[in-house]
């Protein structure tokens, strides 16, 4: 077991990298091993759940190459207190801070600090996010302060984390002298509110004004007007006065900070603030792509990719988790990834993302499908590449709406029905003879449908 485990062990840590595999998989214990199942034992609850969601799969992936009809590696909290905690011996006061010097001992981070995966190469850039990237790449490249504070915000889901720890790393790579501090704003209240249980609010304070970059994610926690949130601008103030980077994160504008007090709101929109914006299309396509190329194996196909990134649009963390469930179902029950696969798996999501289907948004499906302007939709343009996706939406208009020839004659610029109706009869035709009209048919029927 224990050489099983050894060799499983070198494989994981040259797969996901030794900083995050001293963090999340080393305190692991096997418990048991079956010829079809593992089961392993996490010494936390948080830690059991960090590691079903983040690295399942890669350990599935390991184990199954000593053990060929392994089926699943299940991870469970450990009720005996002798399996290894993930930091024993070394308890940092305050977690978050990146020890400069280059030493072993600074690859085994705190968990829950970095994780490898979230740099800047791995960040997706689209319209949406291109302002918050370039802000934030600045600010890691910089050799002074860029902007102070970097005050980043979004909706749930769309990147903050991500580029806040890309930041991070960046600056552990390049200038390791740096010291750069990450930590939620949960963590800062109750670093703060333990400090001052312990009569010890001077080392807090210490700890955080000697940071050189200090990087507070989900701001918004700060909500009522307390002693913490004085605590931390007051340390705000000061490390900006000093010109030490500071780089916040929130789920809305400094200035809708409801809980925050007025001058605390403003002195944060001093530097530069940066919105994400909802993902378009393009970019969710660009994200799944680059998640699928993450699990060659699961060999994910074009169609299922636009098919994700037409359905699911709420964000990026519901989108990748749902390429994870449907390479999860490929890893686990051998099944190849299809668009058929992708819709069995993911009924509820898709369900939640749903809504009634129009003609409006028929059109501009199609419209993007095949990259014309969403206006050749109702113009007299009678060219092939517009007149045939024209078609092709008036014919999934036919199909999935409860609307009338005439009525859908009305929404492509005031067509008579019956042009409306040779249309829907050409795409039926054409369906027959040529497979890849079909299969676009068919992708966005299912794009758009239930
Ligand atoms: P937030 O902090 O804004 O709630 P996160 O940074 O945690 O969002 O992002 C959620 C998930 O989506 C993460 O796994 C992150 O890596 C991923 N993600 C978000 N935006 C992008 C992007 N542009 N490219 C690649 N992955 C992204
Ligand atoms: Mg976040």
């Not at 700060?222 to 789920?251: C, G, M, P, Y």
Request: some cysteine; overall charge neutral; proline content about 4%.
């Amino acid at each position: 077991m224990d050489a099983l485990w050894a060799r499983v062990s070198e494989r994981l840590c040259k797969q996901i990298g030794a900083a995050s595999f001293n963090s999340w998989l080393k305190p692991l214990r096997v418990a048991q091993l079956h010829e079809d199942r593992v089961i392993l034992l996490a010494s936390t609850g948080f830690l059991r759940d960090w590691i079903r969601g983040n690295y399942q799969s890669v350990l599935l992936r390991e184990f199954q190459k000593d053990m060929p009809h392994l089926r699943s590696v299940v991870i469970e909290q450990s009720l005996q207190a002798d399996v290894p905690k993930p930091r024993a011996g070394r308890a940092p006061e305050v977690p978050g801070v990146l020890k400069a010097d280059p030493a072993p001992k600074s690859v085994d981070m705190a968990p829950g600090m970095l994780d490898d995966n979230l740099t800047f190469d791995n960040f997706v850039v689209g319209k949406a996010n291109e302002l918050a990237y370039a802000a934030a790449r600045r600010v890691a490249e910089a050799d002074g302060v860029a902007f102070n504070p970097l005050y980043l915000y979004s909706g749930v889901g769309l990147g903050k984390t991500h580029l806040m720890q890309a930041i991070a790393q960046h600056i552990r790579q390049t200038r390791p002298e740096r010291k750069v501090m990450y930590l939620s704003a949960e963590k800062f209240m109750y670093q703060f509110i333990r400090a001052v249980r312990y009569k010890d609010t001077m080392a807090f304070k210490e700890q955080f004004r000697s940071v050189d970059v200090l990087m507070i994610d989900d701001l918004q926690f700060f909500s009522d007007k307390d002693s913490t949130q004085e605590e931390f601008f007051h340390t705000f103030n000061e490390l900006v006065d000093r010109k030490h980077q500071v780089v916040i994160s929130a789920d809305r504008s400094p200035s809708d900070l409801d809980g925050m007090e007025e001058r605390i709101r403003s002195r944060l929109g001093w530097g530069l603030v940066a919105d994400i914006h909802p993902t378009d299309f393009e970019l969710r396509v660009g994200i799944l792509e680059q998640k699928a190329a993450m699990s060659p194996a699961a060999n994910v196909p074009d169609d299922v990719i636009r098919f994700l990134a037409h359905r699911i649009t709420s964000n990026v963390r519901e989108l990748e988790g749902a390429l994870k469930r449907v390479i999860a179902h490929h890893e686990l029950m051998g099944r190849a990834v299809t668009l058929e696969l992708a819709q069995e798996v993911l009924t509820d999501l898709l369900r939640s993302n749903a809504r009634k289907v129009t003609i409006d948004e028929i059109q501009k499906k199609v419209a993007e499908h095949y990259s014309i302007k969403m206006t050749e939709m109702s113009s007299s343009r009678r060219a092939r590449a517009v007149a045939r996706p024209r078609q092709v939406a008036m014919y999934l208009s036919k199909k999935l709406t409860t609307r009338s020839f005439p009525e859908i004659g009305r929404k492509f610029g005031n067509r008579d029905h019956t042009t409306v109706l040779h249309g829907v009869r050409r795409i039926e035709e054409l369906m027959h003879d040529d497979a890849s009209l079909a299969e676009d048919v068919r992708l966005l029927e299912a794009a758009l449908s239930n």
